[in-house]
């Protein structure tokens, strides 16, 4: 009796110490085993892999929502079925090709494009040094009678020619009658520079007579008048007047060109 109590107590201590033979069949050895070693071709991969039979989540089926991907903050980009920003480019001159639709009677745009005259090297015909300054104005140098023919195709209204002293105008206004445009001369000196541009900011501030066509004989006048009129009309500083007024014609070169440099320079220190 005493024996079988000596086993039983025995046989309990085993049991609270645990297994220390590493069988692999009892608790103790199953626990403490070391994991199975990886499948083939898994070594060394960065991905760890969910321990089997944990859920996992199942991939979206058809019509399941996928959150988007992308900026968060949709300020700066166009709203979803919205046209992207027209692009605009230069309008022609009378007689050219157009990179966009022309509008019958808009400056640069004739009403018959079929009846424009093509000049060589995509000038129109009698309109030399032809310039689109800004809507509803045009420059550049003394038309012939295939030009203002051009310019009434052109749906132009008005043409301003600035000469110098003594200039009998009266042929070309005749000419420019005839089409149906109305001719306004502008004596354009130095001397008489303050008057000139006064005349000519009040006569293209009158959008009744647009398009007008503004023409000289040599640029050098147009290109004084032209600076005069960013730096007075549109409020422009000095620099930013005389970029847009260089292809205008303004030059320093010769003398009747310092001339009028001079006298802008006054006018401008006067005002």
Request: hydrophobic share 35%.
């Amino acid at each position: 009796m005493i024996r079988h109590l000596m086993l039983s107590v025995a046989a309990l201590g085993l049991a609270f110490a645990g297994c220390k033979h590493k069988c692999g069949h009892c608790s103790s050895c199953r626990d403490s085993r070391p994991l199975p070693p990886l499948p083939a071709g898994a070594g060394g991969s960065p991905y760890l892999l969910p321990p089997a039979g944990l859920p996992t989540t199942p991939a979206p089926g058809p019509g399941a929502t996928v959150p988007s991907v992308g900026p968060s903050d949709l300020r700066n980009y166009p709203p979803a079925g919205q046209p992207s920003p027209e692009v605009l480019y230069p309008d022609p001159i009378p007689g050219t090709g157009s990179s966009r639709s022309i509008t019958p009677g808009f400056l640069g745009g004739p009403a018959n494009p079929q009846a424009s005259p093509r000049g060589s090297d995509s000038q129109p015909n009698g309109l030399s040094g032809y310039v689109r300054v800004k809507e509803g104005l045009a420059t550049g140098r003394k038309p012939t009678l295939d030009g203002f023919d051009a310019l009434k195709r052109a749906g132009f209204h008005t043409v301003i020619y600035l000469h110098p002293s003594g200039t009998d105008w009266s042929a070309a206004k005749e000419v420019a009658s005839k089409r149906g445009l109305a001719f306004i001369a502008i004596e354009t000196t130095p001397e008489k520079l303050a008057t000139a541009i006064d005349q000519f900011n009040a006569t293209v501030a009158d959008t009744g007579r647009h398009p007008i066509y503004v023409f000289d004989d040599d640029s050098v006048r147009a290109g004084a008048i032209w600076y005069l009129h960013f730096r007075t009309a549109d409020s422009l500083n000095d620099d930013a007047a005389r970029v847009r007024a260089r292809p205008l014609g303004l030059t320093d070169q010769g003398e009747e060109a310092k001339a009028f440099a001079l006298a802008t320079q006054r006018y401008l220190e006067m005002r």
